[in-house]
């Protein structure tokens, strides 16, 4: 059982816990994730770690309220604990010098860019921050990104703050302007990362996502995670999350994300029903 530590709500939807959990605060690297099971009858769900404590030896997962899953996890209050918690998992970001090196981040993703671009940051590369939003108010780590940014560009769909588009008319604009760069990171929307590698591609720019398909055991022994890489076969939760944009096949890794879309859709209705039914009876 793992204790939760604090709870805040980031944006609408949108909330941050800090879990205590020592050996996987001592382990965890950029890029990692864990496996949680809320409660015994849950599935089980990948989320990055978005962030270590080891004063108080836990770790920070961020995550939006979007299944059941997600909706009960987001009911838990400070002080209660989630079942299980496994990890660290996946293989780490490749961290080193490379130079100038722009993160992308997009809605929640940009929760998971957080700790590469610190430890990017730790070896000296020159951060340049792309963060987007459908709007300001689900703009979230804006103020830790910035931090550790040499240059920060914000957009919004709606324009209520920063450029009014997409994260790529600025990485397009950037990219343009003939600034050297030696490596970008995308995290995000499966579409946004699409989009992103599609747009670098001509670039010459090694450009890095982190895939977050259907997940179960963690370990590459169901198969459930695979993903199409330069046409070979691979496993996110082992040979990932990370790969080479230019590489993955997204048209078919967006097919594999609405395999149980059905499903999906009845937990959560019989989830919602279920509490509704509770009203009525107080």
């Known amino acids: 059982m793992y204790k939760i530590l604090k709870k805040e709500e980031l944006a609408p939807g949108v909330k941050l816990i800090e879990v205590h959990a020592p050996l996987i605060a001592q382990k965890a690297k950029p890029g990692q994730f864990v496996i949680l ?5 849950g599935e089980r769900i990948p989320l990055t770690i978005a962030d270590i404590n080891l004063n108080l030896e836990s770790i920070i997962i961020v995550f939006q309220e979007i299944g059941k899953t997600t909706k009960l996890l987001g009911k838990l209050r400070e002080g209660e604990k989630i079942l299980d918690l496994v990890g660290p998992l996946g293989t780490p970001s490749e961290i080193e010098n490379f130079g100038t090196v722009i993160g992308v981040g997009g809605g929640v993703g940009i929760a998971a ?3 590469i671009l610190k430890a990017l940051k730790e070896k000296e590369n020159y951060i340049i921050s792309i963060l987007g939003a459908r709007s300001k108010n ?11 940014s040499d240059e920060i560009y914000l957009a919004t769909d709606d324009g209520s703050l920063g450029h009014k588009g997409f994260v790529s008319d600025v990485l397009k604009s950037i990219l343009d302007s003939g600034k050297k760069v030696d490596r970008i990171w995308a995290i995000g929307p499966t579409i946004m990362m699409k989009v992103i590698s599609e747009l670098t591609k001509p670039y010459g720019i090694k450009t890095i996502v982190s895939l977050n398909p259907i997940m179960i055991d963690g370990t590459g022994m169901c198969g459930g995670c695979r993903v199409n890489i330069g046409n070979k076969t691979m496993f996110t939760c082992v040979d990932g999350p ?7 096949n997204f048209d078919e890794l967006l097919l594999r994300l609405k395999t149980y879309k059905e499903e999906e859709q ?5 989830l919602e029903e279920g509490e509704g039914s509770k009203v009525v009876s107080k």
């Open 113 to 115: 860019l957080y700790p």
């Open 37 to 41: 099971r809320v409660n015994e009858k």
């Open 138 to 148: 689900y703009l979230i780590f804006k103020d830790k990104i910035e931090e550790i």
């Open 266 to 270: 009845t937990a959560l209705k019989l």
């Open 242 to 248: 990370e790969f080479d944009g230019h590489l993955v």
